[in-house]
């Protein structure tokens, strides 16, 4: 079996409640560059909690991801249960650091098939601080001007 990992770290300047919020709706992340469209295909507990999965479109590809471990707002867990020949666990950790709040994203890949969790890995570690560089923005920009 072969096993890649990833490990990515940001500061992102929005309560912690707020980015958690972003990062646990599923739909919404069809805005975030590198996906073509998230969907909701089976509700959680909450809708978008334990139990949900969530259909990614990115690339040509359809990856269904099931939420193993939901912990609002400290985090969650997500898996690919379809789509492609891999075993992937990717956890989400969240911490108040003052007004901001610390990300965590922490990704493991394995694969029968030689390279397969390496290339599938080096895609996300191109992709994903791109993707949380927007998330980022988005959520500074409505912390700086709240609507009235």
């Known amino acids: 079996m072969f096993e890649s990992s990833l490990f990515h770290r940001t500061i992102i300047h929005a309560p912690l409640p707020q980015v958690f919020d972003a990062l646990a709706d599923h739909e919404a992340m069809s ?66 650091d003052g007004d901001a709040t610390e990300l965590t994203w922490r990704i493991r890949l394995r694969s029968w098939v030689p390279f397969l969790a390496a290339l599938v890995l080096a895609r996300l570690r191109a992709g994903l601080p791109v993707a949380l560089a927007f998330v980022a923005r988005r959520l500074e920009s409505a912390a700086a001007h709240p609507a009235s």
Do not use: C
């Open 31 to 96: 805005d975030w560059p590198g996906l073509d469209r998230v969907s909701l295909v089976r509700e959680g507990s909450p809708r978008n909690g334990l139990g949900a999965i969530r259909r990614v479109e990115v690339m040509g590809l359809s990856l269904d991801e099931e939420i193993v471990r939901w912990d609002p707002p400290h985090g969650f867990d997500y898996e690919i249960i379809k789509g492609l020949p891999v075993q992937h666990l990717g956890t989400i950790e969240l911490r108040a």
